[in-house]
Nanobody, 114 residues
Framework: VQLQASGGGSVPPGGSLRLSCAAS????????IGWFRRAPGKEREGVSC????????YYADSVKGRFTISRDKAENTVYLQMNSLKPEDTAVYYC????????WGQGTQVTVSS
């Protein structure tokens, strides 16, 4: 399944963004979906994941309490609501199945800067 993240942008510290993850030809409700990010000069890391089996969610410690993952089955979209953004959240964000498949797409750039 090929997923595409969108919704990134440039915001000041403390700002908010909502990222969207969509797929064409696939039903996201059939997959565990994860959000990942790659900051400049760093390895890609997992940010959040939502399980279809029991609905549980996972958040990296660095985003816990600030980011929220959610699904809209009618829209076939998974969202990542990001609040209280910090400069260290600056990265290219990707969505993928979990465990991640081989296709990562272009991702969406999030820049947090004053």
């Amino acid at each position: 399944v090929q997923l595409q993240a969108s919704g990134g942008g440039s915001v000041p510290p403390g700002g908010s963004l909502r990222l969207s993850c969509a797929a064409s030809g696939s039903t996201l409700a059939d997959y565990n979906i994860g959000w990942f990010r790659r900051a400049p000069g760093k390895e890609r890391e997992g940010v959040s994941c939502n399980s279809i089996h029991d609905g549980t969610t996972y958040y990296a410690d660095s985003v816990k309490g600030r980011f929220t993952i959610s699904r809209d089955k009618a829209e076939n979209t998974v969202y990542l609501q990001m609040n209280s953004l910090k400069p260290e959240d600056t990265a290219v964000y990707y969505c993928n199945t979990y465990p991640p498949g081989s296709y990562w797409g272009q991702g969406t750039q999030v820049t947090v800067s004053s």
